[in-house]
């Protein structure tokens, strides 16, 4: 499985502004991943795969369609890329949500 993490960068923070969280945190530095950059979702890319249309219900997440559709939950940032919307949470009830597959294909326009 690709590392959602792969086309993030690293970013090391020692900021003085922080000093304080720093030290009650017991840590010198804070290392986080910078917000990835993905493809844009092109016409050419639609037409190398299939499309299901699922509408979402109350309590359905990225992570549990990703589950049933592709087996796995771990790529729910699959369907969030696809659809435009980063997090579940801007999914509303009603919405149609598309699924893209086969998985495999959707991958490789990740180079991964």
Known sequence: MPDRYQRRGINTNENDLY?????????????????????EVTAEMRSQLIR???IWK???????????FYGDPRYWWVLAWYNKKPTDGLVKIGDVIRIPRPLERVLEFFEV
């Open 58 to 68: 109350l309590n359905d997440s990225y992570q549990k369609l990703s589950q049933a």
């Open 19 to 39: 000093k304080k969280t720093l030290e009650k945190k017991g840590v010198k530095r804070l290392v986080h991943y910078t917000t990835p950059v993905f493809p």
């Open 52 to 54: 299901q249309k699922y």
